[in-house]
């Protein structure tokens, strides 16, 4: 294992010991693993919070900002955070108009987020969930019951907390990152493992010929293995699986994410052939992310997100952000 790392036990506090540091539009409880915007909560403002694992990076705390989250809890790596972080997150960015959660659908992040909800509601928080779970690839999976939720969970944390940015009410916040899930879907590809640095050694093995169809961000196994195929064609069998469920007509958001080890001249090129696909079936790239948003560590691989859009979830897209991962508009 070749990482840039003191040791095993220590990568995400010194990780977050690091993002204080670059960031002082932050504050990051590195002890208790909570970030919020600097500055506290804006009174009457409906507050986000989301979480999970450490490994995804930019996801979540990368999108902690002006626009989008208000706070995130990361977890150890590929390890849901604990009650007490989400909590914590929660508490600190109460602004009096209530906290939506953005939950992937983990077994872990789902139970963890439910407990913390019940406590802030003792503590006279008003907390709604929404649950992403927009991965088409596989029903169930090793860490869920029913689809994992993946890359939507950027667009919902983005409309959303536009949304939020503009006074909405906690019940319209919700009912549209709702929205914006029930419009997106996801399918993953991976062209190598990843190594968890407690783990020391590659999740799963892939032949160098081999490629994992419909992987999970953990290295959870996916459809099936196949034989490694130009990049058209895998494009095609990610949209194919998409478009299967999802018409892909119209105005769409689409976003081409690496996952962690992937060059970007590749994630171009496979943009490429996903406009070219959904331009074929009567779908048009009207708003589009290509780089890595939600990663796996050093994983080699790709995942396509598409949100069928409409005119206000074009707005709110539009509407100015400033977080480490995203910005434009300000």
């Not at 970030?35 to 705390?61: D, N, Q, W």
């Not at 963890?112 to 019940?118: G, S, V």
């Not at 029913?146 to 940015?165: H, S």
Request: hydrophobic share 45%; aromatic share 4%; with cysteine.
């Amino acid at each position: 294992m070749k990482k840039l790392i003191n040791s095993a036990e220590t990568v995400v506090t010194e990780a977050l010991a690091g993002v204080a540091a670059a960031h002082p539009s932050l504050s990051v409880d590195v002890e208790n693993k909570v970030i919020t915007r600097a500055g506290g909560p804006r009174p009457g403002k409906v507050g986000l919070v989301s979480g999970g694992g450490s490994g995804h990076e930019p996801l979540h705390g990368g999108f902690v900002g002006y626009g989008m989250l208000d706070a995130a809890c990361p977890g150890e790596v590929f390890t849901s955070p604990v009650p007490d972080q989400m909590l914590a997150a929660t508490k600190a960015v109460d602004g009096g108009a209530g906290v939506l959660h953005v939950v992937k659908n983990y077994t872990g992040d789902v139970l963890n987020f439910q407990m913390a909800a019940e406590m802030a509601a003792d503590d006279g928080i008003e907390v709604v969930p929404v649950v992403i779970n927009d991965d088409v690839a596989v029903e169930d999976s090793l860490y869920t019951a029913g689809r994992r939720g993946t890359g939507a969970t950027v667009f919902v944390e983005k409309i959303a907390g536009a949304l939020a940015e503009e006074g909405a009410g906690l019940a319209v916040v919700a009912a549209t990152a709702r929205e914006v899930n029930e419009r997106s879907r996801s399918f993953g590809v991976a062209l190598t493992s990843c190594v968890v640095p407690a783990a020391g050694k590659p999740t799963f093995e892939l032949g160098e010929a081999e490629a994992e169809l419909g992987i999970g961000i953990h290295g959870e196994p996916g459809r099936t293995r196949a034989t490694l195929t130009p990049a058209k064609e895998l494009a095609a069998v990610a949209l194919d699986a998409i478009s299967a469920d999802l018409p892909v007509g119209g105005d769409l958001l689409v976003m081409v994410n690496g996952m962690g080890g992937t060059p970007l001249i590749e994630l171009y090129l496979m943009f490429n052939e996903v406009r070219k696909y959904l331009e074929a079936r009567g779908g048009h790239v009207a708003r589009n992310l290509v780089g890595n948003y939600i990663t796996s560590l050093e994983m080699q691989g790709f995942s396509v997100t598409v949100c069928r859009l409409t005119d206000e979830l074009t707005r709110l897209w539009d509407a100015p952000v400033d977080t480490p991962a995203l910005r434009w508009g300000r």
